[in-house]
């Protein structure tokens, strides 16, 4: 059975979200058989066949103005290419997204928002976090996974005054982790359904 390949493609001005993207990393490799490829959106451009092989694309960019940072537009942008040239060669993908702000809240639904659309303009699959808001309670604790309570991707804090050596915290570390195990666990699991429907003969495409 072929192992899930599951693209990262990122940008981080300051390193804080190359650290959780280093932590997606972590949990799609938790999945059995599966292999993570970081890819800094500066590089996007020279490895879109890394991009076009993988089984899914998770994408990550910090949170400024209100939505993604401009070096991952850039790159999102530049996908506008590949669609016209070549078709919706990403279609059927799965795809996911996670976001790193220096507010606790700082807009970063807006963010993950833009990479939801981005991924239907590719026609792709996206999934979602999969875990109920933390902290929300006298019981609760900065400890917790999802702490920031978001639904649509992954979201971490880093304060600003911290480098990305102490910063985002571990709770927003594992809430990306368990991102990067969940997508590329959907994405062996259709892989696994696609395998026992074929040789039935039913068919798992138009």
């Known amino acids: 059975m072929s192992s899930p390949r599951v693209a990262i493609v990122f940008h981080s001005r300051y390193g804080h979200t190359a650290r959780q993207a280093a932590a997606v990393a972590q949990g799609v490799e ?3 058989g599966a292999r993570a490829t970081l890819i800094p959106c500066e590089e996007a451009p020279s490895r879109w066949d ?3 092989q993988a089984d899914a694309i998770i994408f990550g960019a910090p949170t400024f103005m209100g939505g993604t940072s401009a070096e991952f537009r850039v790159f999102a942008e530049a996908t506008s290419n590949i669609v016209m040239t070549k078709g919706y060669v990403w279609q059927d993908k799965f795809a996911a997204g996670f976001t790193n702000s220096g507010a606790h809240a700082g807009d970063k639904l807006a ?3 833009q990479m939801a659309l981005f991924a239907a303009q590719h026609g792709m699959h996206w999934v979602n976090l999969g875990l109920p808001p933390a902290n929300n309670s006298s019981r609760g604790s900065p400890d917790d996974v ?3 309570g978001f639904w649509l991707g992954a979201a971490a804090q880093s304060n600003v005054d911290q480098g ?3 910063a985002p915290p571990e709770s927003d570390l594992a809430t990306a982790r368990h991102l990067g195990y969940r997508v590329a666990q959907t994405a062996l699991q259709f892989a696994r359904g696609r395998r026992t429907l074929q040789p039935c003969g039913i068919r798992t495409h138009p």
Do not use: M, V
């Open 146 to 148: 999802n702490r920031l």
């Open 111 to 113: 963010t993950l928002i």
């Open 50 to 52: 890394d991009l076009e």
């Open 164 to 166: 990305p050596e102490q």
């Open 30 to 32: 938790r999945a059995d």
